[in-house]
Antibody, heavy 121, light 108 residues
Framework: QVTLKESGPALVKPTQTLTLTCTFS??????????MSWVRQPPGKALEWLAR???????FYSTSLKTRLTISKDTSKSQVVLTMTNMDPVDTATYYC?????????????WGQGILVTVSS | ETVLTQSPGTLSLSPGERATLSCRAS???????LAWYQQKPGQAPRPLIY???NRATGIPDRFGGSGSGTDFTLTISRLEPEDSAVYYC?????????FGPGTKVDVK
C-alpha cells in the first residue's frame, strides 16, 4: 500500500526558509525510473508544479521558482525534502508531495494529504 | 513552457447528463503525457485519466478521455452528484509539468 504524508510548519514568517518533508511507504525511490514531485495550491486556486527528484538524484524545478527551491531525498528514511527560501505571503498554499508514474504516461498516481502553509508575520 | 487552458470555467448540470470538459495546450502535447485529475474540497487531487485516454485504477467507465495535439477532452457521462468537483488537466514536457486552471463541475 502506497502512502505519502507531508510534514512541516503550518506558519512561517516572511523572508524565512520553509522546509517540508514527505515521508512515504509502499515503494522505494531507489527503484529504477522512480520519481517524485512537490505540487502546491494556493487557497481557491489551481495546482502548481514545483520540483521533481528522480531515483538517480536528478533534480528539476519550476522555471519561475527554481532560484528559491531545493529538493533532496533520503532513501534510507523514505523521505523527500523541499526547501523554499525567502517565503512571501503569496506562497501561502497547500503543499503536496506526489509520486510520478512513468509507465503509460507521466502523471501523479499517488498524492499526500497536503499541508497548509501560511506565510504571515 | 506549455500553457494549458481549460474551458468552460464552470459547468452546472443535472444528474444523468453528460459533461464535456476541454483542455487546450499552447503547443502540441505528446498524448502519452496528458492526464486529468478530480479534486473535491479539502482533498488531494485524484488521477482519473492518463495518456489522454486511459482510466486510472478504480475509475469508472463513465469517465473518458480523448484528444491529441493541442486539444483534449474529458467526458463524464451519466453525471452523479458525487462528480461535483474541480477537474484539472496536466501535461508533461520534459522535464517539467504544467496544470490547467481547472473546470468546476456542479451537479445538482
Amino acid at each position: 500500500q502506497v502512502t505519502l504524508k507531508e510534514s512541516g510548519p503550518a506558519l512561517v514568517k516572511p523572508t524565512q526558509t520553509l522546509t517540508l518533508t514527505c515521508t512515504f511507504s509502499g515503494f522505494s525511490l531507489n527503484i529504477d525510473k522512480m520519481r517524485m514531485s512537490w505540487v502546491r495550491q494556493p487557497p481557491g486556486k489551481a495546482l502548481e508544479w514545483l520540483a521533481r527528484i528522480d531515483w538517480d538524484d536528478d533534480k528539476f524545478y519550476s522555471t519561475s521558482l527554481k532560484t528559491r527551491l531545493t529538493i533532496s531525498k533520503d532513501t534510507s528514511k523514505s523521505q523527500v525534502v523541499l526547501t523554499m527560501t525567502n517565503m512571501d505571503p503569496v506562497d501561502t498554499a497547500t503543499y503536496y508531495c506526489a509520486r510520478i508514474r512513468y509507465t503509460g504516461g507521466y502523471y501523479f498516481d499517488y498524492w499526500g494529504q497536503g499541508i497548509l502553509v501560511t506565510v504571515s508575520s | 513552457e506549455t500553457v494549458l487552458t481549460q474551458s468552460p470555467g464552470t459547468l452546472s448540470l443535472s444528474p444523468g447528463e453528460r459533461a464535456t470538459l476541454s483542455c487546450r495546450a499552447s503547443q502540441s502535447v505528446d498524448s502519452n503525457y496528458l492526464a486529468w485529475y478530480q479534486q473535491k474540497p479539502g482533498q488531494a487531487p485524484r488521477p482519473l485519466i492518463y495518456g489522454a485516454s486511459n482510466r486510472a485504477t478504480g475509475i469508472p467507465d463513465r469517465f473518458g478521455g480523448s484528444g491529441s495535439g493541442t486539444d483534449f477532452t474529458l467526458t463524464i457521462s451519466r453525471l452523479e452528484p458525487e462528480d461535483s468537483a474541480v477537474y484539472y488537466c496536466q501535461q508533461y514536457g520534459a522535464p517539467v509539468f504544467t496544470f490547467g486552471p481547472g473546470t468546476k463541475v456542479d451537479v445538482k
